[in-house]
């Protein structure tokens, strides 16, 4: 690799004071909190949500048949990996993969997503967004944060944004359903936030398992395993309305990101969202677009990607000035810590530029990173 690795997702592992300790204490006895299991250890419980079970979310490098291996006492939190939550131990977790610098998601934070009481979510955001941007500034030339904000109301929410701006972030992860129940992410009512997050470089996420999607909500069909690939189901449902509801004919300099949903599957899905454009969109009196909905897709949305080699095999299909490779550190699909030998395997036949553009360039540029 001519040029180290940024990961665009990466993720903290909350500290368990995270949020009991910065929400606003009308909530505090509602935050999410550790609860110690007998048979799984230490876990985060939150309203309505099954438990987050932290030695499962801090499980990088460890081999697929000793996933959740660590029962009762070994699970405690003091006992974990504490590269999730503290600085120097996610420095040496960082050098040991190859990486120079990571965009940071949460991990609690993408559940608190899923919470039913607006009011509450709202609390936990503005705590966890305090929280994440303490740990990004122990460390301000390899750690780059992003904040949440519920979507509740569109002038709170572009607070919000000026709020994570002045703490240093360097975008916003959004819920997969707004909390402005009345509209979803289509609608012109939004357009203000839109414009407001490319005015403040704060370029809007969309993460997998922040729409109600996957097995934390029971909401899978068939065998547990079956919401492994579900996941990627709400981000793709995301990114089509946005296209076909004329979000970026509106919001021409709007660039979101698609994350840890992959990228093989875009090729298809191109061809899929324009066939259908053009062959049912008067019967079924869709708004008419300027360009194809393909078009807009390849330069407005960025896609991260871990391990995905026929992504980067079918990279001609694609924007490949839109890929952003990622490690997923600390949770279970991470490629921590073998990221650059695998790196190398898949990116056979890259240029050095078009490799350097997706591990390094992409990510650079997108969130204007000092590197």
Request: charge should be negative; hydrophobic fraction near 40%; aromatic fraction near 10%.
């Amino acid at each position: 690799m001519a040029k180290s690795l940024i990961s665009a997702d990466s993720h903290v592992t909350e500290h368990p004071d995270c949020y009991v300790t910065r929400v606003d204490r009308r909530y505090r006895d509602r935050a999410p909190h550790l609860v110690f299991d007998p048979k799984m250890g230490d876990t985060i419980v939150m309203e309505g949500i099954r438990p987050l079970v932290l030695s499962l979310a801090s499980a990088a490098g460890e081999a697929p048949e000793e996933l959740l291996t660590k029962r009762g006492e070994e699970a405690r939190f003091e006992r974990l990996p504490k590269g999730g939550w503290e600085t120097e131990a996610r420095l040496k977790a960082q050098d040991r993969d190859g990486v120079s610098a990571e965009i940071l998601y949460p991990t609690v934070g993408m559940e608190v997503c899923n919470l039913a009481d607006v009011p509450l979510k709202k609390a936990c955001m503005d705590a966890y967004n305090l929280w994440v941007a303490e740990f990004a500034a122990s460390a301000p030339e390899r750690l780059f944060a992003l904040g949440m904000t519920p979507m509740r109301d569109v002038d709170e929410s572009i607070d919000d944004l000026r709020t994570m701006k002045r703490l240093g972030m360097v975008g916003v992860m959004l819920p997969g359903w707004p909390a402005l129940s009345d509209h979803d992410y289509d609608h012109e009512v939004f357009d203000p936030f839109w414009e407001a997050c490319v005015d403040l470089d704060l370029p809007p996420s969309f993460h997998i398992l922040t729409a109600g999607d996957g097995a934390s909500l029971g909401a899978q069909r068939g065998h547990k395993l079956n919401s492994f690939m579900a996941v990627i189901r709400a981000n793709q449902d995301i990114m089509g309305m946005m296209v076909l509801g004329g979000v970026f004919e509106r919001n021409p300099r709007l660039r979101v990101v698609c994350v840890e949903a992959d990228a093989g599957w875009v090729p298809h899905y191109l061809h899929r969202i324009d066939h259908g454009y053009e062959y049912h969109r008067h019967w079924m009196r869709a708004r008419p677009l300027e360009r194809m909905p393909s078009e807009y897709f390849l330069e407005h949305i960025y896609l991260t990607f871990q391990d995905d080699a026929p992504a980067l095999r079918y990279r001609d299909d694609l924007n490949l000035h839109r890929l952003l490779w990622a490690n997923d550190y600390p949770h279970p699909d991470s490629t921590w810590p073998i990221s650059r030998p695998l790196l190398y395997e898949h990116t056979r036949g890259f240029t050095e530029a078009e490799r350097d553009a997706v591990v390094h360039d992409n990510t650079a540029a997108l969130y204007r990173l000092p590197l």
